[in-house]
T-cell receptor
Framework: KAGVTQTPRYLIKTRGQQVTLSCSPISGHRSVSWYQQTPGQGLQFLFE???????NKGNFPGRFSGRQFSNSRSEMNVSTLELGDSALYLCASSVGQVNSPLHFGNGTRLTVT | GENVEQHPSTLSVQEGDSAVIKCTYSDSASNYFPWYKQELGKRPQLIID?????GEKKDQRIAVTLNKTAKHFSLHITETQPEDSAVYFCAPQGGGYQKVTFGIGTKLQVIP
């Protein structure tokens, strides 16, 4: 099985712009969750989607949003970028049952200048 | 929400020694306890997990032990090797679907 695929791998944006990141889960996985990873804060949960519905949301401002398509692929959007949004954004897929392990993609490295 | 504390934040051991990383959580509903390993520049990967009906699980040189009463679980690595050098994260789960709180991570350095 192919693993979790995230595109693009790297992005450089300017403050105030918006960005869209993409995640294709492992075939058969219906849950996709997103995490922000920074050196000081570790891995922080953004949101989780299952069958096109957002089931959980972390403590991030409304500038961070996401969606999931009928084929389970997911996108994450960040509007009005700030310098502090520079981070590695990881998505993870799972079968979506309670307490199932996460399978991570390689991440998208976002740099905001 | 779940409060997760992981100790130590950094750990240096000589090759061949053992390493232990502890994770303390607050949500008594947690019933799934995985550990993830993230090598430099790579994705986090599940290395071992345990469910609440089991007290210990072992897979070759790694093991996880669980104390549900005290709300902590630990990762044990024996006979450490340089390739064990990485950041290790605990991520206790339970209650809500996939709203996972990760520990801050432990950077393990194995000195040859």
């Amino acid at each position: 099985k192919a693993g979790v695929t995230q595109t693009p791998r790297y992005l450089i944006k300017t403050r105030g712009q918006q960005v869209t990141l993409s995640c294709s889960p492992i075939s058969g996985h219906r849950s996709v969750s997103w995490y922000q990873q920074t050196p000081g804060q570790g891995l922080q949960f953004l949101f989780e989607y299952f069958s096109e519905t957002q089931r959980n949301k972390g403590n991030f401002p409304g500038r961070f949003s996401g969606r999931q398509f009928s084929n389970s692929r997911s996108e994450m959007n960040v509007s009005t970028l700030e310098l502090g949004d520079s981070a590695l954004y990881l998505c993870a897929s799972s079968v979506g049952q309670v307490n199932s392990p996460l399978h991570f993609g390689n991440g998208t490295r976002l740099t905001v200048t | 929400g779940e409060n997760v504390e992981q100790h130590p934040s950094t750990l240096s051991v000589q090759e061949g020694d053992s390493a232990v990383i502890k994770c303390t959580y607050s949500d008594s509903a947690s019933n799934y306890f995985p550990w993830y390993k993230q090598e430099l520049g790579k994705r986090p990967q599940l290395i071992i997990d345990i469910r609440s009906n089991v007290g210990e699980k072992k897979d070759q040189r790694i093991a996880v032990t669980l104390n549900k009463t005290a709300k902590h679980f630990s990762l044990h690595i024996t006979e450490t090797q340089p390739e064990d050098s990485a950041v290790y994260f605990c991520a206790p789960q339970g209650g809500g679907y996939q709203k996972v709180t990760f520990g801050i991570g432990t950077k393990l350095q194995v000195i040859p």
